[in-house]
Structures are given as C-alpha cells and as structure tokens.
C-alpha cells in the first residue's frame, strides 16, 4: 500500500508565499515523477509543475518564474515553492506520484490541499 500526504496550504494574500510538502511512503520500490496538479472549482484537474527522478522539471505557463518544484528522491519526498501569488492560483493542490511498487507501475495521488489566494 502506497500512502500520499500532502501539507502546506491554507490562505495567503496577493503577493504571498506559501510551501506545499509532499512524501510518499509504503510499498515503494521505484519512484518516477513526482509533481504537483491544481483544481479549482469546476475546472478540470491541471499540472502545476513535475520533477523526474532525474531532475528534468515541467511547469505550467501560468506559474512559471514564481513557483519552484523541488524533491528529495531519498526520502521521496516533493516540495512546491508559491511566491508571488495571485488569486488565480486559488485551488485545491493534489501531489501526484508515478511509482512502481514491486507488481506495477502506477499514479498515486494525494487527498489534496487547499490554498487560498484573497485579500
């Protein structure tokens, strides 16, 4: 059993920062990509940013230059870095791991957390 935990939300003005913390933990034999999608509500489920095993990074257009993905492969852990941020970015955040198990190669995904970007 895989479990995905994420922290790190919560309500920040235009402009403010927040850290978003993500670890994987179970039966984890091989971890992929990590990374970090976004829903707000009644949109669809969208990536934010993702990190290889290798270091390789994606980011959305809408955060590039003031969000920054970060991962610790040893402890499988992943990490989001939010500054500058606007009422767009008002979502719930879901952290997203591709791993192998030891019997299959799957996506596992958090229970989600929420920010809140508002003055």
């Known amino acids: 059993q895989v479990h995905i935990v994420e922290s790190g939300g919560g309500l920040v003005q235009p402009g403010g920062s927040l850290r978003l913390s993500c670890a994987a933990s179970?039966?984890?034999?091989?971890?992929?990509?990590m990374g970090w999608y976004r829903q707000a509500p009644g949109k669809q489920r969208d990536l934010v940013a993702s990190?290889?095993?290798?270091?390789?990074?994606n980011y959305a257009d809408s955060v590039k230059g003031r969000f920054t993905i970060s991962r610790d492969n040893a402890k499988n852990t992943v990490n989001l870095q939010m500054n500058s941020l606007k009422p767009d970015d008002t979502a719930v955040y879901y952290c997203?791991?591709?791993?192998?198990?030891?019997?299959?190669?799957?996506?596992?995904w958090g229970q989600g957390t929420q920010v809140t970007v508002s003055s």
């Open positions: 997203n791991a591709e791993l192998n198990n030891g019997l299959r190669t799957a996506y596992y």
């Open positions: 179970g039966s984890i034999y091989t971890m992929y990509a």
């Open positions: 990190m290889t095993s290798g270091g390789s990074t």
